[in-house]
């Protein structure tokens, strides 16, 4: 039997406020030596009272509102989430549940080149548990709790089950994270544990319009896990339902070292949480006139500007869709362009060279000594020939360690471009007297021996020779010997 793959994603980001969502101790503890960033509030002390962290409010609003959700208005509250774990001190989460921040949204995915849109089932908004380290060595089985993350604000974006293919939840949760980081809202580091994806998945047969027994995956904490634990988990599956079985309804975890899942607990439902109101927290009334303040303050989201590459830059797609990937590329690419109007030799030289040496280095775009206006005034020197390509990359390379200017380098290292006609023709003159070989080679028919004669030239000129002028030159001289 065939079957359709259900898929619907639950992303948990962590937002970049100063401090966390319900008091005030700083909510940045990464390199935080463990429980060095806990109060009473945070660490779940008896008696005390919790305070609403405004800008996690705002930036929650401001998500709800990028995704084109129905954002609530009027009184809007927060709830008690209840159960016992390790990680939560209090023995309850604040959450949302009866009411959400927004509803009914939607976030355009590519697929194979063609736009799909996911459905945004809800927005809301907690606090985050602290953080379990498993220990099964030399000294026994034991756990440690770190509550410095216990507190921080969370945003939970829940889709609807959309999605029909591992690659189509791949590509989702890849472009809600750009999205996530254009806002500036959170950083979506998946290794430091601020963007996590937990992903519900049911197989039915085709056609049907039943949806089956689903299963909840945790632990996938990279992109290529979202695939490859959907993929193990279809599967699974498929074995259980062509062997007559029935799926069971639970939570599974993703071992990436063993490329499989392992199963944690029988899922629950939400009457399992024994929701309520949260007592210490009254409802906080949303109003249309804020609303329409943090819809003005939205930055231009990635498609929005996806699509304006290509029409104010005349970019390729695929040229656009690399440029817009970081906002930080983005930015680079824009300032470069004010300077040196040609966004296509702009385009080639940021994904290039420049991605060529942030691949080798490890470095990312915000960290790169070039400024866009010293790339700028490279490109300019390139395009008046007063330097050929071979030099400018090499240029640029230098540029890129010392943070040093183009003009400089060339200065300092006498590596203007020789495009003298007469100083060429004797330099020319001089390898083709010293490589008679290549000279009868092409005589002979060997057209390619040409390229080496060229090469012989950059190499007389240390490379600072205008390749055409020399093209030229050797056809003339190379045809005229043939004539006699």
Not at 139 to 160: A, C, H, M, Q, W
Not at 219 to 237: C, G, I, K, P, Y
Not at 273 to 302: H, Q
Request: glycine residues 8%; aromatic residues 8%.
């Amino acid at each position: 039997m065939e079957y359709d793959v259900v898929i619907g994603m639950e992303v948990h980001a962590q937002l970049s406020t100063s401090s966390k969502m319900f008091c005030g101790c700083s909510a940045y503890i990464v390199d935080r030596g463990p429980n060095t960033a806990v109060c009473p509030v945070c660490l779940g002390m008896p008696g005390v009272l919790p305070t609403i962290n405004r800008r996690a409010l705002e930036y929650s609003f401001q998500v709800a509102l990028a995704l084109q959700c129905e954002v609530s208005e009027g009184k809007v509250w927060f709830d008690r989430k209840n159960y016992f774990y390790p990680d939560l001190p209090k023995s309850y989460q604040i959450s949302q549940h009866s009411s959400v921040l927004g509803r009914n949204g939607r976030l355009v995915i590519d697929v194979g080149g063609k736009p799909k849109e996911i459905g945004i089932s809800d927005v809301h908004l907690e606090e985050d548990t602290a953080r379990l380290y498993h220990h099964d060595g030399g000294e026994g089985r034991y756990t440690l709790v770190d509550f410095n993350r216990s507190g921080v604000p969370l945003i939970e974006i829940v889709t609807k089950p959309d999605m029909r293919s591992p690659e189509e939840a791949k590509a989702y949760v890849r472009e809600l994270r750009k999205l996530l980081r254009y806002m500036n809202v959170s950083t979506g580091d998946l290794e430091a544990g601020s963007f996590r994806c937990e992903a519900n998945i049911s197989l039915r047969p085709k056609g049907s319009k039943a949806l089956g027994n689903r299963v909840e995956i945790k632990n996938m904490n990279t992109f290529q896990a979202v695939e490859h634990a959907l993929r193990s988990e279809v599967e699974r599956q498929t074995a259980i339902l062509d062997s007559g079985g029935t799926v069971v309804q639970q939570t599974v975890g993703w071992r990436d070292e063993l490329g499989k899942t392992e199963v944690q607990r029988i899922k629950e439902a939400a009457h399992d949480y024994r929701y309520f109101p949260e007592p210490d927290l009254p409802p906080f009334e949303v109003t249309a006139a804020w609303i329409a303040d943090l819809r003005s303050r939205l930055s231009e989201l990635p498609h929005a500007k996806f699509e304006r590459f290509l029409t104010e830059y005349g970019l390729p797609a695929y040229d656009a869709e690399l440029l817009t990937e970081d906002l930080a590329l983005s930015s680079y690419f824009e300032e470069c362009v004010a300077e040196f109007a040609q966004p296509k030799i702009v385009s080639n030289w940021l994904t290039g060279e420049l991605f060529r040496l942030l691949n080798v280095s490890g470095a990312d775009v915000g960290a790169v000594k070039v400024r866009p206006a010293q790339l700028a005034e490279l490109l300019k020197l390139l395009d008046s020939g007063k330097i050929n390509v071979s030099t400018a990359k090499s240029v640029f390379e230098e540029m890129f360690g010392s943070g040093r200017s183009a003009g400089e380098i060339i200065s300092e290292s006498d590596l203007t471009q020789i495009s003298d006609t007469e100083e060429l023709t004797e330099i020319v003159e001089q390898v083709l007297k010293e490589n008679p070989e290549a000279v009868s080679d092409y005589a002979a028919g060997k057209t390619q021996a040409s390229r080496f004669l060229v090469g012989q030239v950059m190499k007389a000129t240390r490379g600072k020779a205008n390749p055409q002028v020399v093209d030229d030159l050797l056809a003339q001289r190379l045809g005229s010997m043939g004539e006699e």
